[in-house]
């Protein structure tokens, strides 16, 4: 699923393809919206919202998007050939007199009025890279469940708003703790600069073509999809392992030796689901 840095990068493209042009082409490929037309209305803007894109247009509606795993948005020339995919997998086509934005496995796609857009996004915690982004209420809102796994927090979008399966590894091995400690166990050092150290992974990737959290050229991720390679600190192979409530397992790397707190144990059922992920 795209991070919040790849969604920020991804408004960035359509604001500036689309922002203060009128719609010479609308076309919303789901059933609910087929008959909707955007045509001769103004792009006001393309706003990220954590994982969500809102991208709003004159006549106070928004479109809202989100990309889950497979969503994304493309930008054409208008005489450019469209690569993003097949065309049944297209769910919406918004053009000007110079570009147009094909959104492709767009799972969810909704027009609504701009100000119900909190009806979309009103859920989610402080923004990471949003105008909102608040590090005291984004670690209240992670402390108010202390027994909660780390991991699990960090990706539960209603504490703070944008971090991914990636970013969740990486940062578990930043803060030298599993993804399975409760968040009330972090120590008290390493609470206090989690939401400031989230922030800063994502704002210095937010312009990157490719994400890097270890300063390092050619060893871009400490742990992530390095399942048995060596830790680049301490040499140990990283392991990996399912991790998730219940609705969803994602594939989770952490060092054993650089990371304290519980974890799977080496051939539990988690451990041997995860062995033919495509990710690790």
């Not at 915690?125 to 796994?149: C, F, V």
């Not at 490719?210 to 991720?221: I, K």
Request: hydrophobic share 35%; with cysteine; aromatic share 4%.
């Amino acid at each position: 699923m795209p991070e919040g840095d790849t969604v920020w990068q991804a408004a960035r493209r359509l604001h500036t393809a689309l922002a203060g042009k009128v719609l010479t082409r609308s076309d919303l490929r789901v059933p609910k919206y087929a008959t909707a037309d955007l045509t001769g209305r103004t792009v006001l803007d393309v706003t990220p919202r954590g994982k969500h894109l809102l991208t709003r247009v004159e006549g106070g509606l928004t479109l809202h998007s989100h990309l889950r795993m497979d969503g994304s948005w493309k930008v054409y020339a208008n005489d450019q050939r469209w690569t993003g995919g097949p065309a049944h997998q297209i769910r919406a086509v918004l053009g000007t007199d110079d570009r147009t934005a094909v959104g492709y496995r767009l799972p969810v796609l909704e027009l609504l009025r701009t100000c119900e857009e909190e009806r979309a996004v009103g859920h989610l915690g402080p923004d990471l890279l949003g105008p909102d982004w608040d590090p005291e209420r984004a670690l209240a809102n992670l402390l108010a469940a202390p027994d909660r796994p780390l991991g699990e927090a960090l990706l539960d979008q209603r504490n703070l708003a944008g971090i991914g399966n990636v970013y969740k590894c990486e940062l578990c091995f930043l803060l030298g703790a599993t993804p399975w400690l409760p968040v009330g166990k972090l120590p008290a050092d390493r609470t206090a600069k989690l939401p400031v150290l989230a922030q800063r992974l994502l704002e210095v990737n937010r312009d990157r073509p490719t994400r890097v959290t270890t300063g390092r050229r050619g060893q871009d991720l400490f742990v992530y999809g390095r399942a048995r390679r060596p830790c680049l600190r301490c040499g140990t192979p990283v392991r990996v392992a399912d991790q998730g409530d219940g609705s969803r397992e994602r594939p989770t790397y952490w060092c054993p030796s650089c990371q304290t707190g519980p974890a799977p144990a080496p051939g539990s059922p988690a451990t041997r689901r995860v062995r033919s992920h495509p990710a690790v």
